[in-house]
């Protein structure tokens, strides 16, 4: 009888570690490349967990930089450019004016409410204007590059707004490891196998954009 117990329980132990196994967490819902803004609902774990195509170079300047979400994180990204010796332009409002001669369009990801306030602004507003100045960029055969810095307080009701126009577009994308936990810039970025870099620290970014400006 004790063998029959022992018998039953390793085989009760051994189907619950099987079950585990098997479980997917939360990641972003995969949505098309058209630069129309969807929310950011969680979705299946094959796209949150896929395999990304590696960064590669080829990406020219001049380079504007600009901001989805007016978060200071386009500032850091500026800091950031400097250290690897790439020239800039930082429009934070940019619209499609902006672009003549432009070769790369680079997204800083991520809102603010106080810099949506300095702006006079609201997210709808902001939103627009980046829908517009992506679709100006794409009939321009403007390459978009599309940086998450902020990490985990760059995410929220308010930043994940600012996520899907940009990372559905992008050429290329960065990710702070920090800012996406939950999978859903790693499931945007999948539905169109964009190239991409997650790195641990802003610090790494340098290294990722010398890769692409190589």
Not at 106 to 116: E, T
Not at 191 to 198: E, F, H, T
Request: hydrophobic residues 40%; aromatic residues 2%.
């Amino acid at each position: 009888m004790k063998k029959l117990i022992t018998s039953l329980l390793c085989a009760a132990l051994t189907l619950s570690l099987l079950a585990s196994c098997g479980g997917g967490g939360n990641n972003a819902n995969a949505n098309s490349k058209s630069g129309a803004n969807t929310s950011a609902n969680p979705s299946s774990g094959s796209a949150a967990n896929a395999e990304l195509p590696e960064l590669t170079g080829g990406f020219e300047t001049p380079i504007l930089l600009t901001s989805a979400g007016q978060s200071a994180d386009s500032d850091i990204i500026k800091t950031l450019c400097t250290k690897a010796n790439i020239t800039v332009e930082l429009e934070n409002r940019a619209t499609a004016e902006n672009l003549d001669g432009i070769k790369t369009l680079l997204i800083s990801v991520g809102g603010s409410s106080k810099g949506l306030g300095a702006a006079g602004i609201d997210a709808d507003q902001e939103i627009a204007r980046v829908q517009k100045l992506i679709k100006a960029a794409q009939d321009a055969d403007i390459k978009i590059i599309a940086m998450h810095v902020g990490g985990a307080p760059r995410r929220g009701d308010l930043s994940d707004k600012f996520l899907p126009d940009p990372f559905n577009a992008a050429d290329a994308a960065v990710v702070v490891s920090g800012g996406d936990t939950d999978g859903l810039i790693r499931g945007l970025l999948a539905a169109n196998s964009v190239p991409s870099a997650y790195v641990d620290s802003q610090a790494d970014c340098i290294g990722c954009l010398t890769t692409l400006f190589s």
